[in-house]
Structure formats: structure tokens, C-alpha cells
């Protein structure tokens, strides 16, 4: 029995079906945009599934919602531009979450249409068919209002369209993609060769403008290129410098080998070096900081050596400065802590002198110290070996105002450079002799005032600058303060030991003074009393004989008179009533008459400018004892047959003279202890803020002369 053919309608359906695929999938082949495929394929989906309507969608980006790609209204009517309906809103959220084919047959029921007015028809069923790729739902094939609604068969064949959608989607993709590639690429090289283009112009710009030199270097270490900063250094274009070595360009064989070194170093190890040197240039001497960077051609192999030298001139010199500072700051530490450890100034002034050619070279140098206003004596030298003090006996002296740079230095307390000797018109210097040659005198101080100098000299004119000068300064405050040390400590050594000098010739006058006393009371009042004493036990004898007393009586009274004269002589020589009662003046007038008639001396005695107000006690008192001292030394040393005192008030000042025509002295020559009297004179001349100048020449007579105020010093004493 023969199977019976299948209805027409079903074979004429399948074929349908068939056409329908076919389109589909000639589309997808046709079409890379994705609106195009999806447009074919809804519309064979349609014709398939007999829908009215249709759309297909994507997702938005963020997946948030749908986007519809092509969209067929049919008899619905829906907007192109407008949303799609609340329901099938509804309906695609579920198939996107689900990921599965949904079909709603009954939309109609229950709710209004809110179709637009006119003929369109309402919104009856819906099948929603998901686009899934790689486990992602990315759009949506929608078909709308089919007649009797849509079936489970439906829902298999709108699957298929779908993953006919989800090829269609990919191939769009990957078409966009690789089209996006190819056009990003081609974008690429040509921003890249604009970008290379605009690098090679900035690079070309900037190592031309760069104060850097920028040289390559080949294999045999000839220049492949130079920068035109090359000029700057060795004074020729770049042109001249390409293809030539550096041996070659005229650079020391000691800077040749360092370079080349470093150069056969960074093409054997392909890594960068660095160092540094130094050429002259045409302004002068230059410093680098150099580096190399080797340069690898296609192979891998270094084929080239790229040089990168930066000036660093200023930076060297900074440290050289910074360096040559410390240096300075340490020698001055170490000179100030060698000056500070003796108090004896001859060993300070040596030490000066050998710390001093430490931060300033010289071949010869000279330390003098004003020992009086009009003289200057050598103190130390250094003889181009050695640092030598002189012996006291030794020490040259030369009157200042006979050279006029020490005179200049000594009273302005400013150092004097002289570059050349030779060419200086003034110069007179006896300590130096140099015929050319460089000179500088600086200053040294104690107490604020100059104290002297010292001169450094060197054979080669013009060596000394002004920044010698401001070393030698320093060193100059360095040492004015131990030579102020040093001076201290003499004159409080010298303090003492003439206190110690009037101490005991204190304790000699006073024993001598005792002595006196005490042979005056034995001598005289003594034995006047004795014999007066005799004399009473005669007259009381006489009387018990009852013999005459007068003349017993008449001699005793004498010789009570000669008593009591002698206690007043000897009270005058201890301390004169006169100068309590009548002053300076009267007491030194009484005192020159007994001194002469004493000591057998012609005193001629002078007063001028004395009123009748009285001196203070204690200026009257110490000029007095002045006087005194000053007679005392005449008699002693002097062998003088005349004297004149003379004492004058001039305002608010006293002066006392005693001159004599005696033997004389070399007043430089004497020793404290051999003068006892002039140290006490001096004292006494101090103690009352004055002055003792003594002028005496041998065989000429000596005159003694003491300044002081009219005023108490000590008043508030």
C-alpha cells in the first residue's frame, strides 16, 4: 500500500520555510552592518511565522535596556523614533533575564489598548526570541500579532532566526573590528611619522641650542656627528671635527687615553660610563661631567657610541672654593689654638709667621712692634727656611716716620698692597731690599690700637692679591688678640715684680726711716736728756749747798731748747706741719732750704700759678714725697752741686721739675732694680693717674719731671 502525498499546503509551507532560510543566510553573507543582516532576517522570520509585525534588538550599553535595530510595524502602526509598548517592554525584560524564547498570546485581555487612533490594530500576542552569545544575552527578535497566536513550533523556528541574528551580530563585530584595526592603524603610522617627523625637528632643535656638546662616535673611534656646541671648546666648526679621532683634533695623550678607555669600555660591554675631565679652551680652562651611551644597531651589536659632555666649570669652581674655604677654616682653627698656647709674645710672633705660610706663600717676611712712638723694633723674620726670633740685643730699630708705608700702616692700622715694588715710586722699607718683587704690610692691634705690623714679600711681582690680604687680615685678628695676651701678661709680670721691687724697698725705707728715728732719739734727744738729766741732780746739789743756780738753770733751759728742736726736725722730716697747715707750696719752700743747708747743695726753689686754694690732700702729699724721692736720688747717684725745683699749676693740671747738674745716665740702660727711687716715682705718678718722663744724658745732669691732675682720683675713696 502506497503512502499518500502530503498535502499541498504543508509541502507549500516547507518550501517557504526553505526560501525563507536561504534569504536569511544570503543575507548574512552579503551584509557585514548588522542592521542590514538582522532587517533580512526578521523578514524571513516573519514570512515564516506569519507574524504582522516585528523588530530586533539590541542591548543598550550597560545592559540597562534595549535599543531596536530595524523594526517592522505591520498594521500596528508603531513609531519608528517612539518606544516600544508597556507590554512588550514587559515581555523582552523576561526573555533577556531568562534567556529563553517567551510568547504572550493574550495581551489583549484585560488591559486597554493604547494604540494610536484610526485603523491600527491592537496589540494581541507577542514571541520573544533571545540573541545569545557566549552565554550573554545581547538583543532580542521580536514578532507581533500573529494570527491564532503563536505555538511551541513557533518558538523552535524563531530560535533558529535568533542564532541567525547572534552569527549576524558576530560577523558585524568582527568586520567592525578588524575595519576599526585597519583604519587605527593606518591613523597610527601616519600620526607616528608626523610625531617621528616633530621629534627629529625638536631633537635636531634642541641639541643645536643645547650648551651640552652631543658627539657619536663609530667603532674605530672617529666622530660620526657633533653638535655645533663643539665650537665653544676647541674653537672649530663641527664640520671639521666629523670623521676625525681625538688624537686627531689635537688633545693631550694623557686626555686621549682616558677617552678612548672609556669609549673601547662602552662598546665591549654595551653599558654606559661616565667621567669626568678637563681641556682648555679658548676662554680658558673647562670641566665636564661626560657621559657615554652605547647605541645598538639592528644586529644587537653596538654600532655606535653616543657622548653626552656637560660644562660643569661653575660647580668645579664652587667646590674648589668650598674645598679651598675649608681648608682656610681649618688652618685658622689650628693657627688660633697654636697662638692661644703661650703668653710669651716672642713665641707668639713665631708662630704667626709659620701658620701664616700655611694660607699665604711668601719668600721673606718681617714682624715689627712699636715700642715707643718714634720707634719700631724687628721682632722676628723668616729668612726663606726658618722662623727666627731675635734676641732683644740683636732686634733692629728704625724711627717710622723715615718710611712712610709703615708710618702709613701704623697710623691708619689699613694694610698696604704693593703689587711691584719696582714700579713704586715710594718705596723705602729697611727691613726689605727686594729690586721686584711683590710686598704687603698688615697690622696688628692690642687693645683697639695698632701695636705694629708684620711684611711679607715675594720675588715674583704682582703675586700678591687682594684675597692674600684678606687671609693675612684674618689671621692678623687671630694674632692681634694673642700678641694682647701676650702684652698683658708681661706688663702683669713686670707689675709684679716692681711690686714686688717696692715692696721690699718699702720695707727698706721703712727700716730705714726706723733706723733714723731711733738713732735720732739715741744720738741727739737721747743724750740731750741725759746730759739735761745731770744737770738737774747738779742744781739740785747747788741748791742743797745753797750756792747760786742761775747759770744752772740758764743752761739747762738751752739745752731742753735744743731737745724740743731736734723732736721738730724730726717730726718735719717724717711728715712737715707746713704742708698740713700752709700747703704744697710752702711745705716744698721750707723743704729746699733744709735740704740745701742739709746736704750741702745750692736748691734754688720755683712756684707759679698757686693761689690760695689748696691742692687735695693726697696730691699735695704725693708731690711732696716726689720731691723728696727725687732729692734723695740726686744725693745718692747724681754727685750734683745745684738743683732746681720747680712746681707749676697750669688749670686742671700740676707739674713738678726737679733738675740737677749732676752725673747723668742712660735712662734706656737702667734696670728697676738698680733704681728703686724712679720706680717709686713712677708708682707715685700712676697712683694718680699721671705721667714720670725723665730726661738724663751722662756727664749733663738728669731732670725729672711728673705730671698729674689738680683732682683727687680717689675722692670717693
Given at each position: 500500500m502506497r503512502n499518500s502525498p502530503e498535502p499541498r499546503e504543508r509541502t507549500n509551507g516547507r518550501s517557504r520555510e526553505v526560501a525563507a532560510l536561504l534569504s536569511a543566510a544570503r543575507a548574512l553573507l552579503e551584509?557585514?552592518?548588522?542592521?542590514?543582516?538582522?532587517?533580512?532576517?526578521?523578514?524571513?522570520?516573519?514570512?515564516?511565522?506569519?507574524?504582522?509585525?516585528?523588530?530586533?534588538?539590541?542591548?543598550?550599553?550597560g545592559g540597562k535596556g534595549i535599543e531596536a535595530v530595524c523594526l517592522d510595524p505591520g498594521s500596528l502602526g508603531l513609531p519608528v523614533a517612539g518606544g516600544l509598548p508597556a507590554p512588550l517592554r514587559r515581555l523582552c525584560s523576561r526573555a533577556a533575564k531568562a534567556g529563553q524564547v517567551v510568547i504572550g498570546n493574550d495581551l489583549a485581555k484585560g488591559a486597554v489598548q493604547a494604540s494610536p487612533a484610526g485603523d491600527h490594530a491592537a496589540l494581541e500576542s507577542a514571541l520573544l526570541a533571545p540573541i545569545v552569545i557566549a552565554g550573554d544575552v545581547v538583543g532580542l527578535v521580536g514578532l507581533i500579532n500573529k494570527p491564532g497566536g503563536f505555538s511551541a513550533r513557533d518558538s523552535q523556528l524563531a530560535e533558529v532566526f535568533a542564532e541567525m541574528a547572534a552569527v549576524a551580530k558576530l560577523n558585524s563585530s568582527t568586520v567592525n573590528g578588524l575595519e576599526k584595526d585597519r583604519n587605527g592603524l593606518a591613523k597610527e603610522v601616519r600620526n607616528g611619522a608626523t610625531h617621528l617627523r616633530q621629534a627629529e625637528e625638536q631633537f635636531k632643535t634642541l641639541v643645536e641650542n643645547l650648551p651640552d656638546i652631543i658627539v657619536r662616535f663609530d667603532s674605530t673611534l672617529r666622530h660620526l656627528y657633533a653638535s655645533p656646541a663643539v665650537r665653544r671648546l676647541t674653537g672649530r666648526p663641527w664640520q671639521d671635527v666629523v670623521g676625525k679621532t681625538n688624537r686627531e683634533l689635537g688633545m693631550s695623550s694623557e686626555l686621549v687615553k682616558a677617552w678612548d678607555a672609556?669609549?673601547?669600555?662602552?662598546?665591549?660591554?654595551?653599558?654606559?660610563?661616565?667621567?669626568?675631565?678637563?681641556?682648555?679652551?679658548?676662554?680658558?680652562?673647562?670641566?665636564?661631567?661626560?657621559?657615554?651611551?652605547?647605541?645598538?644597531?639592528?644586529?644587537?651589536?653596538?654600532?655606535?657610541?653616543?657622548?653626552?659632555?656637560?660644562?660643569v666649570t661653575p660647580r668645579w669652581l664652587a667646590f674648589e672654593a668650598e674645598q679651598r674655604a675649608r681648608a682656610t677654616a681649618d688652618a685658622l682653627r689650628e693657627a688660633t689654638m697654636a697662638l692661644t698656647r703661650s703668653l710669651d709674645r716672642e713665641t707668639v710672633l713665631a708662630t704667626l709667621l709659620d701658620r701664616l705660610r700655611g694660607l699665604v706663600p711668601f719668600d721673606r717676611a718681617h714682624v715689627m712692634l712699636l715700642e715707643e712712638a718714634s720707634r719700631v723694633s724687628v721682632r722676628?723674620?723668616?729668612?726663606?727656611?726658618?722662623?727666627?726670633?731675635?734676641?732683644?740685643?740683636?732686634?733692629?730699630?728704625?724711627?717710622?716716620?723715615?718710611?712712610?708705608?709703615?708710618?702709613?700702616?701704623?697710623?691708619?692700622?689699613?694694610?698696604?698692597?704693593?703689587?711691584?715694588?719696582?714700579?713704586?715710586?715710594?718705596?723705602?722699607?729697611?727691613?726689605?731690599?727686594?729690586?721686584?718683587?711683590?710686598?704687603?704690610?698688615?697690622?696688628?692691634f692690642a687693645r683697639g690700637s695698632v701695636a705694629g705690623l708684620f711684611?711679607?714679600?715675594?720675588?715674583?711681582?704682582?703675586?700678591?692679591?687682594?684675597?692674600?690680604?684678606?687671609?693675612a687680615e684674618t689671621m692678623s685678628s687671630q694674632a692681634s688678640v694673642a700678641v694682647e695676651n701676650a702684652i698683658l701678661f708681661e706688663q702683669m709680670q713686670a707689675s709684679t715684680a716692681r711690686m714686688q721691687l717696692l715692696s721690699r724697698r718699702l720695707v727698706e725705707v721703712q727700716e730705714s726711716e726706723r733706723r733714723n728715728i731711733a738713732r735720732e732719739l739715741h744720738d741727739e734727744a737721747g743724750q740731750a736728756l741725759a746730759s739735761l738729766r745731770f744737770g738737774l741732780r747738779l742744781l739740785e746739789r747747788e741748791i742743797d749747798e745753797g750756792g747760786?743756780?742761775?747759770?744752772?738753770?740758764?743752761?739747762?733751759?738751752?739745752?731742753?731748747?735744743?731737745?724740743?728742736?731736734?723732736?721738730?726736725?724730726?717730726?718735719?722730716?717724717?711728715?712737715?706741719?707746713?704742708?698740713?697747715?700752709?700747703?704744697?707750696?710752702?711745705?716744698?719752700?721750707?723743704?729746699?732750704?733744709?735740704?740745701?743747708?742739709?746736704?750741702?747743695?745750692?736748691?734754688?726753689?720755683?712756684?707759679?700759678?698757686?693761689?690760695?686754694?689748696?691742692?687735695?690732700?693726697?696730691?699735695?702729699?704725693?708731690?711732696?714725697?716726689?720731691?723728696?724721692?727725687?732729692?734723695?736720688?740726686?744725693?745718692?747717684?747724681?754727685?750734683a752741686t745745684r738743683v732746681d725745683v720747680l712746681t707749676e699749676r697750669r688749670g686742671d693740671r700740676v707739674l713738678v721739675m726737679v733738675e740737677d747738674d749732676g752725673a747723668g745716665f742712660e735712662p734706656d740702660q737702667v734696670k728697676g732694680e738698680d733704681h728703686f727711687g724712679l720706680l717709686g716715682l713712677k708708682e707715685r705718678a700712676e697712683a694718680l693717674g699721671g705721667t714720670l718722663r725723665v730726661e738724663s744724658t751722662p756727664g749733663a745732669g738728669t731732670t725729672v719731671v711728673v705730671e698729674v691732675s689738680s683732682a683727687d682720683p680717689h675722692s670717693d675713696r
Open positions: 551584509n557585514r552592518a548588522f542592521a542590514d543582516a538582522g532587517r533580512a532576517v526578521l523578514g524571513a522570520c516573519k514570512a515564516i511565522l506569519g507574524a504582522d509585525a516585528g523588530f530586533v534588538a539590541v542591548t543598550s550599553p672609556a669609549l673601547r669600555r662602552a662598546f665591549a660591554t654595551g653599558k654606559p660610563e661616565r667621567f669626568e675631565f678637563a681641556l682648555e679652551a679658548p676662554d680658558g680652562m673647562r670641566h665636564f661631567d661626560c657621559r657615554l651611551v652605547p647605541e645598538p644597531g639592528p644586529d644587537g651589536a653596538i654600532s655606535s657610541v653616543l657622548s653626552v659632555a656637560r660644562d722676628a723674620i723668616f729668612d726663606g727656611n726658618s722662623v727666627v726670633p731675635i734676641p732683644a740685643e740683636e732686634r733692629p730699630e728704625f724711627d717710622p716716620t723715615d718710611h712712610p708705608i709703615v708710618q702709613s700702616i701704623l697710623t691708619t692700622g689699613k694694610a698696604v698692597l704693593i703689587p711691584d715694588v719696582s714700579a713704586h715710586p715710594g718705596w723705602s722699607l729697611p727691613t726689605d731690599r727686594l729690586s721686584e718683587g711683590s710686598w704687603m704690610g698688615v697690622p696688628l711684611s711679607l714679600a715675594k720675588r715674583e711681582a704682582g703675586y700678591f692679591n687682594r684675597e692674600h690680604v684678606r687671609l747760786s743756780v742761775t747759770g744752772r738753770v740758764t743752761e739747762l733751759m738751752q739745752r731742753t731748747d735744743a731737745v724740743i728742736d731736734g723732736l721738730h726736725r724730726l717730726a718735719a722730716d717724717l711728715r712737715p706741719a707746713s704742708l698740713d697747715h700752709l700747703g704744697l707750696e710752702a711745705a716744698l719752700r721750707q723743704y729746699a732750704r733744709s735740704a740745701g743747708s742739709k746736704f750741702g747743695l745750692t736748691v734754688r726753689f720755683k712756684a707759679r700759678g698757686f693761689t690760695s686754694a689748696r691742692l687735695p690732700m693726697a696730691v699735695e702729699t704725693a708731690l711732696y714725697r716726689v720731691v723728696q724721692e727725687a732729692m734723695t736720688n740726686v744725693v745718692r747717684h747724681a754727685g
